[in-house]
């Protein structure tokens, strides 16, 4: 038990969700876990989905176990992102447009900052770049299978679609006061 908690503390990736921010985890795999349900919710609402789209896709299935990560007790969810992404090639800028309209989200600015679909773009992006270096990587995860930008030229700016796929690990734990489920993002990377 001892070493299993030992690996669990000495794996955390740990961020600064900022502060008065509607997203309030302090690691990555977990901000990363509620900024996608955060606009999986956003996305059902009509009224903030004007143009009826869903960049954003999660599904989880509770039957996965991690071997290499024994504190992975909620099983595994799968997330997918294809935002249109727009980069201005002088500034070397990235920007995500908020296709959402009144989601009431309100940046941290700790870690990362912009609107949520740059939040979200921008953490998926740190998990990457922490997974590719084996020194973050302790248990060998790889995470991210899927992080790209396929684009057209149109003038100055290049107009494009990324396209981010992520298996994350969840924690399930049980409110000792409410007996509710909790489920969170692990984060089983490195410090930063």
């Known amino acids: 038990m001892f070493c299993i908690l030992y690996l669990f503390i000495k794996t955390m990736t740990t961020i600064n969700p900022g502060s008065g921010g509607t997203i309030k985890a302090v690691t990555l795999g977990n901000f990363i876990w ?5 606009a999986i919710q956003s996305q059902k609402d ?3 989905n004007l143009n009826n789209v869903d960049y954003v896709s999660v599904s989880v299935d509770t039957e996965i176990e991690f071997e290499t990560y024994p504190t992975s007790t909620g099983g595994q969810a ?7 992404v727009s980069l201005d090639p002088l500034s070397r800028s990235l920007s995500i447009p908020d296709y959402l ?8 600015a700790g870690t990362f900052s912009g609107t949520w679909a740059e939040q ?3 953490a998926i992006t740190l998990l990457h770049s922490l997974q590719i270096k084996p020194e973050k990587t302790p248990l060998n ?15 100055s700016f290049l107009n494009a679609t ?19 489920i909790i489920i969170s993002g692990a984060s089983p990377m490195g410090e930063l």
């Open 141 to 155: 995860l790889q995470l991210v299978e899927n992080f790209a930008i396929s684009s057209q030229t149109t003038g």
């Open 120 to 122: 979200l773009w921008s």
């Open 78 to 84: 799968t997330i997918d992102f294809t935002p249109p």
């Open 46 to 48: 009509a009224t903030k």
């Open 101 to 108: 309209t009144g989601t009431g989200f309100v940046s941290g």
């Open 162 to 180: 990324g396209s981010a796929t992520l298996k994350l690990p969840l924690i399930q734990t049980i409110d000792g006061s409410t007996g509710n």
């Open 34 to 38: 509620q900024l996608s349900n955060f």
